[in-house]
């Protein structure tokens, strides 16, 4: 079955440092990988999506996610994280003409 | 352009009591998804629209229908609510592509008491 894990339900980081939030995936054929975020009382926005080529993807508000087919994992990375980059952070994988989504991680960032 | 739009924001229901979420999106795109937030639980596809027309369900479409009344407007209604359908439900439309980003509405917080 297609499912995807975010392993972490918060991640904690200090402003200025570099982020990681976590994402695992199992799907038959070729993945197609996205990320979004939600921002208190919003909807979902998009940051980026992996679909083919290059491994490293880059995406709005300074996010940029690496793909790797042999983890099969699509970790979101920033090098220097942001107050206003808290939000809750959601991985998911296109599959049967659906998103499947991971259960979320929150990303707190320190002043 | 609005985007996505959702109304109502908040509601409250009995156990029971029937209602409609509303859909409006003016971006064109032809297909449209409703689904429910839970904590800790990411999202769950409830219905999709494909395509004016046409419907199908999702990974928890019970107690559920919905109708795709034209290409902008893709409504929710829940015939007789339930507790377990406390939850926040958001809509979203996507691009006329197999592997599409989805646009999202602002979210309407339900509560069944």
């Known amino acids: 079955a297609q499912s995807v894990a975010q392993p972490e339900d918060q991640v904690n980081v200090a402003e200025g440092n570099p982020l990681t939030v976590k994402c695992t995936y199992s799907?038959?054929?070729?993945?197609?990988l996205f990320w979004y975020v939600q921002y208190p009382n919003r909807g979902l926005q998009f940051l980026l999506k992996?679909?083919?080529?290059d491994n490293l993807v880059k995406g709005s508000y300074g996010f940029e996610a690496e793909f790797n087919k042999s983890q099969t994992s699509f970790h979101l990375k920033k090098p220097s994280a942001l107050v206003s980059d808290s939000a809750l952070y959601f991985c998911?994988?296109?599959?049967?003409?659906?998103?499947?989504w991971g259960a979320g991680t929150k990303l707190i960032i320190k002043p | 352009n609005a985007g996505v739009t959702q109304t109502p924001k908040f509601q409250v229901l009995k156990t029971g009591q029937s209602m409609t979420l509303q859909c409006a999106q003016d971006?064109?795109?032809?297909?449209m998804y409703w689904y429910r937030q839970d904590p800790g639980m990411g999202l769950r596809l409830i219905y999709y629209?494909?395509?004016?027309?046409?419907?199908d369900k999702g990974e928890v479409p019970n107690g559920y229908n919905v109708s795709r009344l034209n290409k902008r407007e893709f409504s929710l209604r829940l015939e007789s609510a339930a507790p377990s359908q406390t939850s926040v439900y958001f809509c979203?439309?996507?691009?006329?592509?197999?592997?599409?980003?989805?646009?999202f509405g602002p979210g309407t917080r339900l509560t069944v008491l």
């Open positions: 629209s494909a395509s004016e027309g046409t419907t």
């Open positions: 971006m064109n795109h032809n297909s």
């Open positions: 992996y679909i083919t080529g």
């Open positions: 799907v038959s054929g070729n993945p197609y």
């Open positions: 979203a439309g996507g691009e006329d592509s197999l592997v599409n980003e989805q646009f």
């Open positions: 998911a994988v296109w599959s049967n003409y659906q998103l499947i």
